[in-house]
């Protein structure tokens, strides 16, 4: 299911990029607009 989501976004023209299950990841966040959205989940 996971995959075929992201091949859904990619087929739609979004970049999609896929890592590894519990790998460190690094993630860079910049703000272009005027509002920003935050969601946490617990």
């Known amino acids: ?3 075929a989501f992201c091949a ?3 087929g739609l023209g979004a970049t ?3 890592g590894v ?3 460190a990841m690094s993630v860079d ?3 272009d607009g005027s509002m920003t959205i ?3 989940l617990c």
């Open 29 to 31: 966040l910049s703000n």
């Open 1 to 3: 299911m996971y995959e």
């Open 8 to 10: 859904s976004l990619r």
């Open 38 to 40: 935050m969601l946490e």
């Open 16 to 18: 999609v990029e896929q």
């Open 21 to 23: 299950f519990g790998a």
